[in-house]
């Protein structure tokens, strides 16, 4: 960071975010810090139901539609145009970036205009992660974005390795976080069931890239072997596409089905292992969460679900995309003693604690920012 920007107390700091849900749940210990250090904090992103509480924490609200999904030209160059709007109103100190559309847009115009900027790079997205003349056409468009930030954030060192194998990430202005971290106050650990049933539990959007399809797969296999002993809870939203399946599988008794919930606590108390299939992420805050809860996990053996597990001891890591793989591993954890799923499920917490504590987390993103 600038020794200018460092030098001055009282920042205004303005905040580019996609959606109101994410930039609450885990970014709002980081707006308390930076509001409880005497700056003025400024949100920039659609209007939501979480907007009145940002507010009450003290944030400034600029509502700014963004289409989320999708490369569409006329709407991103119109996002474009909006950025540059605020930034010639507000003149801020100091911009935060978060996910691509708000990084990508947002650090263009913070370059023309000549305003510190920082990048958080959340997770790669299926737009880099797939290839393709798509991940060309980010990595163009993200090279002078990162060229000219004060720093990048990213949630996990294989997201950061794989950016800077392509040459786009600056030396030196890097920083890998412990993601955005769980407040051990908000999730703590929970007395681990007793009940004979062991109920697997998912959270996330159903759609392809979380893993669903392997997920899905590999429960019918558990239904079929070990019949009502088990249970499959799906916790999240889902792509129109599923809905078919969903209602299939319900009918069925594969799954049971919860829709969305704002409140996950109670689920997490219910469920004795929690498993996350997905092909990518940049850091699983629904992993953190759970396994601050005290529940083991299975998950992916890929960059932001890896680090939250230590394999054999708070859970199992299994190839993405691989439903035997899955199959297997919920199997060597339905089959160990209750004496056991409870120590893991210990374990488990004991390992976000030391390594993912929100705290250490907000501190080490305003030691670098400020």
């Known amino acids: 960071m600038s020794e200018s920007l460092r030098e001055k107390s009282n920042k205004r700091i303005l905040v580019l975010a996609n959606n109101d849900v994410g930039l609450y749940r885990f970014r709002k210990d980081l707006l308390a810090a930076l509001l409880g250090a005497g700056h003025e904090v400024y949100i920039s992103l659609p209007d939501g139901g979480f907007i009145s ?22 709407r991103d160059a119109k996002l474009l145009g909006q950025y540059r709007a605020i930034l010639k109103r507000l003149r801020p100190d100091l911009v935060l970036t978060y996910t691509i559309k708000p990084n990508i847009y947002g650090g263009l115009a913070c370059r023309a205009l000549h305003i510190p900027y920082a990048v958080n790079i959340t997770g790669l997205g299926s737009a880099i992660e797939n290839g393709g003349w798509l991940k060309r056409f980010v990595l163009t468009l993200y090279k002078p974005v990162l060229a000219g930030a004060e720093v990048v954030f990213f949630e996990n060192a294989g997201n950061r390795d794989t950016l800077a194998a392509t040459g786009v990430v600056p030396r030196g202005r890097d920083v890998v976080l412990h993601g955005a971290g769980v407040n051990l106050e908000d999730y703590p650990c929970q007395t681990y069931p007793q009940e004979g049933t062991v109920r697997f539990l998912f959270v996330g959007r159903v759609m392809h890239e979380k893993g669903v399809d392997e997920l899905f797969a590999a429960a019918k296999r558990m239904k079929q072997t070990y ?69 083991p996990l299975i998950t992916s053996d890929i960059p932001g679900c890896r680090e939250a597990v230590e394999p054999g001891v708070s859970g199992y890591l299994c190839p993405a995309r691989d439903a035997d793989a899955l199959y297997a591993a ?21 390992w976000i604690a030391r390594t993912f504590n929100k705290k250490a987390v907000v501190a080490e993103t305003v030691a670098a920012l400020l």
């Open 330 to 350: 919920m199997r060597r954890f339905l089959e160990l003693s209750p004496a056991q799923r409870t120590a893991m499920g210990a374990a488990s917490h004991d």
């Open 227 to 295: 019949g009502d002993s088990v249970e499959f809870h799906i916790v999240g939203s889902f792509e129109e596409g599923y809905k078919p399946l969903m209602d299939e599988l319900e009918q069925t008794g594969v799954v049971k089905y919860h829709g969305y919930q704002s409140d996950m606590k109670r689920f997490y108390a219910m469920a004795d292992c929690v498993v996350l299939p997905s092909y990518h992420e940049g850091m699983s805050n629904v992993l953190l969460e759970a396994a601050a809860s005290g529940r």
């Open 53 to 74: 509480e940002l507010v009450q924490l003290g944030c400034r609200f600029i509502d700014t539609p963004i289409d989320r999904r999708g490369m569409n030209p006329a």
